[in-house]
């Protein structure tokens, strides 16, 4: 059975199937929108066709099909089509989940089985060893506010899902009743806490089954042999934002970075026990239940330094009671490996090995997971650490006065304090070089950093991640990532304030990390880095830190900034350069990619880009982020999760393993991509200084109702400032904004005007040699191809008649034509994804059920657009019981898309 007959038996049949009879399930108030939506459905697609507006398919549908209702009826009829929308989309999601290796040939090409398969055939399993000495795959859990499912509601898909793929009709009729009454919007924001213990959910019960198991099968693919297995690092690894991103985030405090650290902590070592148990329960054999006991009262120990002492005066748990019991516990996850590789030699040496891979799995696992879960990063912006430089920097010039150290760079005529704000970025550097003679400070000007606020805060979060390491090791925080970084100062000065938080000058364990995003940004970037690689205080850093550089880059700014094309491109020639000037000045770098859900933030085929990457790009570590939506998408059950992750995995393993099956870009290649970019960027930048733009945004799209979802704690601006200003804000709200219009401006415009460009330059024929040469090409045409499946033009096609917008409608319709047609042309493809059904079928079919809900959005939008133009009344009731309706109908445009934001 082809893939797109497996999809259509598995998960269209069984969708319409279910479908049917959840809306005729007797929710309270819903039996008859049930009925009414399909109806609606395809009276709102049939009269969109025609150029109706929302507007008047609403009304005229309430007129011709349900003309007895009040105008509270109709609204309330409106809330309850777009709660049995929302519902749909779930129930779509779980049969889609768990049909997931039905549908995928999950054992094909990107998967493990076929990688190593072809190794061991090739007798090139010494090759696979070398190469994972240093190769590593880090996912990057975030919580940035893409997940518009509450916790409750990710319980019923995966309920639901192992109920369809059973065939348990009892089950799915009672989880359909349930969905139904279960609320689909937080009553709350969530707090950072929130998200984090959201991302607990993952990690506990998809993440440590199934990353086990990938480490297992690559090391048992080596030529290593078992006793090296269970000693070598594992090839995969998690990270972790929540409670330590502050970009932009005041509810992310220190306090909060412990607070978190300790959970994630106590969540991998009661897991750790949970396994102990099961040892126990297993290895009965007599010195060997003793010893694992032994073990167990360890870790116990370990999780739960503080434990009641019975027979004590206080042993009713009171602190009287309780005693410290920490040196009879593990201080490092090492100490506890030590004794399960010594339990695993006793099980072999006495017992035959039985049941030894139990052994093995724990194993594995602390090689995955140490003491502290996944590695939490640091993050914050470059602009607050300079500003709180600036403070430092005056305070420790007249401390070094008093200590008879005068300082000379930038000293200016008030008791020689320099300006640092005024300085260039060649004097900033040399004046952090001099200050660094003062440490290590006394205890005194300690004392004196500032305390309050933002600059308080950011010392205190340093010191935060020092703490941290003491704790869970230095794997549980390692890297600080400076946003907006706009020079090599920015890095040097988080080096300066480590030392101001009590690091030692010769040992601060911390990974500083630029990131690139604008692409002025990513221009400067190699720039920047040369500079950087040549100040001996920072090339003593790196050198301490193993030579290893990460480097961060951004796609989602960088798309918003400058469009798909030049976006995509600009990164890919960024990763090249960066890697060239870090292998000169003798280090290696390692690229850590900021990505989102949709391919306009970096998302789509992702592991495509990472096989494409040839020669001239480092990529023996793969580090990027997975982000809300994604993780629930890609990874919320494990047969998805153990594909995605195996694609993410072999791809670097294949790009470095059989080069010879990766095209590299030649000069002329590369002449053509950036003929291609620049046509592309000027159409993009031609939009987005259209004298409508901001306003088309913010009045025809929910742009500014994303804050009021309940989905994220962080604000959609960076700016605290009502005034509204693009540069400030966030990428997910811009291009989630754009996703609800079914537009998807930043996901491909301005491809289609490159393209078209070097056609009349008479180069066509080579972008279409090209994509069938690159894979780098190609990926990049056909994510495009993605965002141009979801757009729906018929929902503005009444913009036509609007004096204030048909002119920048037409211009982003236009490129829509003209991006399809020439895709298709180089291609070759007759429609879009004709290479890949199953994503075009289940696209097709989340764009049906979801209709009804932005309609609905669109005729709330069109309303305000009324009041707001004085065309039409509206009293404070009546305003907010729009706003509710377009804050309502975000959910299920951005669940169904799966990868919209």
């Keep these: 059975m082809d893939s797109l007959a497996a999809f259509n038996e598995h998960v269209a049949m069984k969708y319409q199937l279910y479908n049917g009879l959840f809306l005729t399930l007797p929710f309270e108030g819903l039996s008859d929108a049930g009925i009414m939506l399909p109806i609606f459905n395809s009276y709102a697609r049939e009269h969109l066709q025609r150029g109706r507006s929302p507007i008047e398919i609403v009304d005229r549908f309430f007129e011709e099909k349900l003309s007895g209702l009040d105008a509270r009826q109709r609204t309330a009829t409106l809330f309850k089509f777009m709660q049995m929308v929302e519902r749909q989309v779930v129930l779509f999601d779980a049969i889609e989940d768990a049909s997931y290796d039905r549908v995928r040939d999950v054992d094909g090409p990107g998967s493990l089985r076929d990688l190593l398969g072809r190794l061991e055939s090739l007798d090139r399993r010494s090759d696979l060893t070398d190469m994972l000495e240093e190769y590593r795959v880090r996912l990057v859990l975030t919580a940035h506010p893409t997940q518009f499912y509450p916790d409750e509601i990710l319980g019923i898909i995966t309920d639901l899902g192992a109920a369809v793929t059973g065939g348990d009709l009892k089950q799915i009729n009672d989880l359909l009743l349930q969905m139904g009454k279960t ?37 048992e693919a080596t030529d290593l042999g078992a006793s090296e297995r269970v000693n070598h690092p594992s090839p995969v690894e998690l990270g972790f934002w929540p409670g330590g991103d502050r970009d932009g985030n005041p509810f992310v405090t220190s306090e909060l970075t412990v607070r978190i650290g300790h959970i994630l902590r106590e969540s991998v070592l009661s897991l750790y026990e949970r ?3 099961r040892l126990i329960r297993r290895l009965t054999f007599d010195g060997v239940v003793e010893r694992i006991e032994e073990i167990a009262e360890r870790l116990h120990y370990t999780r739960e330094p503080y434990t009641v002492v019975p027979g ?18 593990y201080d490092s996850v090492e100490r506890f490996r030590d004794d399960l590789i010594d339990l695993r030699e006793q099980v072999g040496r006495d017992h035959g090995g039985l049941f030894v891979h139990l052994v093995d799995d724990l194993i594995y696992k ?7 879960f996944a590695t939490m990063d640091i993050r914050q912006d470059s602009r607050v650490h300079g500003r709180l430089v600036e403070e430092i920097v005056a305070l420790l010039a007249r401390y070094g006065a008093e200590k008879g150290h005068t300082v000379r760079v930038g000293a200016g005529d008030a008791g020689n304090v320099p300006d640092y704000t005024t300085l260039s970025v060649e004097k900033r550097l040399a004046l952090i070089e001099e200050i660094s003679d003062l440490f290590p400070l006394d205890r005194d000007i300690l004392d004196d950093l500032p305390e309050e606020g933002i600059a308080g805060e950011t010392i205190r979060s340093l010191r935060a ?21 706009r020079s090599s100062a920015n890095v040097l000065e988080v080096w300066l304030l480590a030392q101001c938080a009590g690091w030692p000058s010769g040992d601060i364990a911390l990974d500083l990390v630029p990131l690139f995003e604008t692409i002025d940004d990513l221009e400067r970037a190699t720039e920047i880095m040369d500079e950087l690689f040549t100040v001996p205080l920072y090339r003593n850093h790196l050198e301490r830190r193993g030579g290893v ?28 350069r960066l890697t060239e000037v870090t292998r000169r000045h003798g280090f290696r770098v390692v690229f850590f990619d900021g990505r989102g859900g949709p391919p306009a933030r970096g998302g789509g085929n992702t592991h495509k880009f990472y096989r494409s990457l040839g020669r001239n790009i480092e990529s023996r570590e793969i580090h990027l982020t997975i982000q809300g939506q994604t993780i629930s998408s890609k990874y919320g059950v494990e047969s998805a999760a153990n594909h995605n992750v195996e694609q993410m995995v072999s791809a670097g393993l294949e790009c470095s393993l059989f080069p010879e099956n990766n095209y590299e870009l030649s000069a002329d290649d590369i002449e053509l991509l950036e003929e291609l970019s620049s046509a592309s960027i000027e159409a993009y930048r031609e939009l987005k200084n259209h004298p409508r733009f901001v306003e088309y945004l913010l009045d025809c799209s929910p742009l500014r109702y994303y804050g009021m979802t309940n989905i994220g704690s962080r604000p959609t601006s960076r700016s605290p400032s009502s005034d509204f200003r693009l540069e400030d804000l966030r990428a997910i709200p811009f291009v989630g904004s754009w996703s609800q219009l079914k537009q998807n401006v930043p996901g491909y415009f301005g491809l289609g005007s490159g393209i078209e460009a070097i056609r009349r330059r008479g180069r066509g024929d080579d972008l279409g040699r090209l994509y069938r040469k690159s894979l780098f090409f190609r990926t990049l045409i056909e994510n495009a191809m993605q965002s ?41 493809q007759h429609d879009l994804l004709e290479t890949e059904p199953v994503i075009r079928k289940s696209i097709e079919l989340r764009e049906q059920m979801v209709l009804p809900s932005l309609v609905i959005q669109h005729y709330a939008l069109g309303r305000l657009r009324e009041a707001g133009a004085g065309e039409r009344t509206l009293d404070d009731n009546e305003t907010v019981l729009y706003e509710k309706m377009i804050v309502k109908s975000l959910a299920a445009g951005v669940n169904a898309s799966r990868n919209a934001v």
């Design 183 to 219: 609320r689909f919007k937080n009553k709350a924001k969530p707090t950072p806490l929130d998200e984090a213990k959201s991302l607990l959910w993952f990690m506990e019960n998809i993440f440590y089954r199934v990353l086990p198991d990938i480490h297992r099968r690559l090391l």
């Design 275 to 277: 396994d102990m148990q």
């Design 312 to 329: 004590s005066s206080d042993d009713d748990g009171s602190p009287g009671g309780c005693r410290d019991m920490s040196e009879r516990g």
């Design 366 to 372: 602390t090689q995955l997971f140490g003491f502290h």
């Design 465 to 485: 991640a020092r703490y941290m390491q003491e704790l869970n090791g230095e794997r549980g925080v390692h890297r600080y990532i400076i946003s907006n970084t």
């Design 549 to 576: 550089q990460t480097i961060m880059l951004g796609f989602s700014d960088g798309t918003k900034d400058g469009g798909y094309m030049t976006a995509n491109w600009n990164i890919y020639r960024a990763k090249q």
């Design 788 to 828: 141009l499946r979801k757009t729906y033009f018929p929902l503005t096609y009444h913009f036509q008649r609007d004096e204030r917008f048909r002119d920048i409608w037409k211009r982003i319709f236009d490129e829509a034509q003209r991006t399809i047609r020439e895709v298709k042309e180089v291609s070759g």
